[in-house]
């Protein structure tokens, strides 16, 4: 959380929301954020149902889940998904942050793609293939 | 339900952050990534 925090900035600049969902309650979530003055956004699940939805099932050794995460494109579409071995098994920021820039210059790439396609007749062809 | 898949569109949600303003993954398509960190507690 600290490096995340440490990063935010430059998640910012490459239009990504951090989203962390726990399943800590909502007082848990307030003392916490407040403590490590987070800018990002906290979403208390104590009833684990996107934990279930998106995380992994629990491990053998009943410890809980172990830490995940997802990178969801602008067209919402699951383009990373992660899910840690133990709970240090965690993702650089540089690797997150690389696949935000990967992901934006595809972006870019379509959108480029578009412009120049629009009076054409592939247009039909180019949107079945999104 | 639908599983999360990688290359797929991914489940919906709404929870509450915990000021209480409620918070879609869907209100972010069209306009931001979003990196989503499902952590196991903080303790």
Not at chain 1, 37 to 48: E, K, N, Y
Not at chain 1, 119 to 125: A, H, N
């Given at each position: 959380?600290?490096?995340?925090?440490?990063?935010?900035?430059?998640?910012?600049?490459r239009d990504a929301e951090v989203i962390v969902v726990g399943p800590d309650d909502?007082?848990?979530?307030?003392?916490?954020?407040?403590?490590?003055?987070?800018?990002?956004?906290?979403?208390?699940?104590?009833?684990?149902s996107v934990l279930k939805r998106y995380g992994q099932e629990f491990n053998l050794f009943k410890l809980g889940r172990m830490p995940?995460?997802?990178?969801?494109?602008?067209?919402?579409?699951?383009?990373?998904?992660?899910y840690g071995r133990s709970m240090s098994d965690i993702p650089s920021g540089e690797q997150?942050?690389?696949?935000l820039d990967e992901l934006?210059?595809?972006?870019?790439?379509?959108?480029?793609?578009?412009q120049t396609t629009d009076?054409?007749?592939?247009?039909?062809?180019l949107r079945s293939r999104r | 339900m639908s599983k999360v898949a990688l290359?797929?569109?991914?489940?919906?949600?709404?929870?509450?952050?915990f000021e209480g303003h409620?918070?879609?993954?869907?209100?972010?398509?069209?306009c931001k990534n979003v990196v989503l960190v499902l952590n196991r507690g903080f303790f």
């Open positions: 959380m600290a490096q995340l925090r440490r990063d935010y900035d430059r998640f910012v600049e909502a007082d848990a979530f307030a003392d916490y954020w407040r403590e490590e003055r987070l800018p990002f956004i906290g979403l208390p699940d104590p009833s684990s995940a995460q997802a990178i969801v494109d602008k067209a919402g579409r699951v383009r990373y998904l992660h997150l942050l690389d696949i934006n210059r595809q972006d870019e790439r379509a959108a480029t793609k578009r009076d054409t007749d592939d247009t039909d062809i | 290359n797929a569109q991914a489940p919906d949600f709404t929870l509450d952050d409620p918070v879609r993954l869907s209100d972010y398509r069209g």
